[in-house]
């Protein structure tokens, strides 16, 4: 729509038949903007223009800049045309870096009242317009110089400029990147301005007098930034290595953690779900069930038809003792081990098992429950009632650090990974640490506690290493509902 003609033709509209005084009342008041918003309503409430999808897909080589950003951060990119615009919006995060923790809108135009394509947010929002789930990069793009804009954060304000080098005849069967120049600035940094002071304060050795002023000191900052982050680096390798997870699908999930999965900022977990294991089947053999929930086996055992704890409320010292030995305690813990205060690894044990609905205690007894007493024999039963209990908790983040915790662990993650990546995922979906709203949260909750056990802590001094594939099929048992 040409916005001059269309304006021309509202000026006479209201003109026509205008006294001498309305028309000088509406002259002041588009002189002064006092209806200013009748036109910008007219340029914003334009829907996109699209081409049909053409018959041959074709592909794009891309320039993808962020505006104002001096020196330039850019990526050159080879796309298939058959991109959807969420899948282009992936790839813009994953080949700038960014984490997918804020909203993004694409324009037709560089003014920010050009036409724009909605999301499913902004639909819920009660918005409307034309969804950008099932527009195609080649409805938008054709030829040489054709250009899509994409801002991200509305806070921070990033510009993105996607604009097209070259028509490739043959679409990429991947996308790749090709080139680029400079880091891409730490989320939340205050847009263009904090990411200059604060790429100014790094590049000058971390001189204090530079140091940005949102900052209390530099151990403030330098634990506020991402590791290791430098604004001039740049590997093309390492966006070639992100941009196939971003665009992977992730495996099915179900429940809280598909909610969690469609959230912003989801981005991270989406990879974890997105890795080959993560799509793995969830069989567990007999003999690996039986490895599995040996502890907890041991555990009822020691228990069996019930115990009388102490006045304090511990279990006795022959029960502790007789425990750990049989789960391996006494190979690698220092002290007797005799006594449930003094035995962590005891006491963890103890604690998961009631939190899975194995133990009960009443009336100064800690008793085998019914599922307990049932599936104490039966491994591949006490399996599948430690499955059907997960994730643990009630409160809001114990059971999301749970299902992080099933994610991470279903994906075949190695795990002396797991608390860092559990951490880095909690963080991304929103949660953070009561001491400032920088630092990632423990990754610790009894469900990581439950998987750590399965994997075999108690006899390995809690420092379990490596991919235990029975407890990745477990995982992926919970996440998939089954």
Known sequence: MNQPSVVEALVKQLLAGATPEEG???LDGLLSGQVSSIFEKLHTDQAPTL?????????FRVRLDLLHAKPPVWRRLDLP????????????QAAMGWTDSHLHRFRTGSDVRAPYFVTTFDIEEGEDGLLEDDVRLDQLLAGDGDSLWYEYDFGDGWEHLLKVEEVLDEPPATVRCLAGRMACPPEDCGGIGGFEELAAWVRSGYDDTLLPENFDDAAHAREWAPMDWHPDHFDVDEV??????????????????????AQRGSQGLREVLSRPLSHWPTDVSDDEADRLTETYRLLLE??????????????????????AVDAGVTGWWIGKANREDLTPPVAAARESARALGLVTVRKGRLNPSAAGARACQDPQALLQHIVGRLPLGTKDFDRQSGWMALAV?????????????????????????????YSP?????????????LAGATRAGWRVTGTDLAV???????IRGR
């Open 472 to 478: 990745a099929a477990t995982s992926r048992r919970v």
């Open 409 to 437: 662990a279903a994906s075949g993650a190695p795990a002396e990974d797991w608390h860092a990546m559990i951490s880095d995922l909690l963080f991304d979906i929103g949660w953070r640490t009561s001491r400032d709203s």
């Open 24 to 26: 000088r009342a509406l």
């Open 302 to 323: 020691v228990v069996g038809d019930g115990v009388a704890l102490t006045s304090a409320g511990y279990l006795p010292p022959t029960a502790v003792e007789r425990f």
């Open 81 to 92: 045309g058959d991109l959807t615009l969420p899948q282009v919006h992936d790839v813009i």
């Open 240 to 261: 070639n290595s992100a941009l196939p997870l971003a665009l992977a699908e992730p495996g099915a999930v179900t429940g809280e953690l598909a909610h969690l999965l």
């Open 441 to 453: 949260p423990t990754a610790h909750s009894t469900t990581l506690t439950v998987l750590e056990t």
């Open 51 to 59: 081409r049909p999808p053409p018959a041959d897909v074709r592909g």
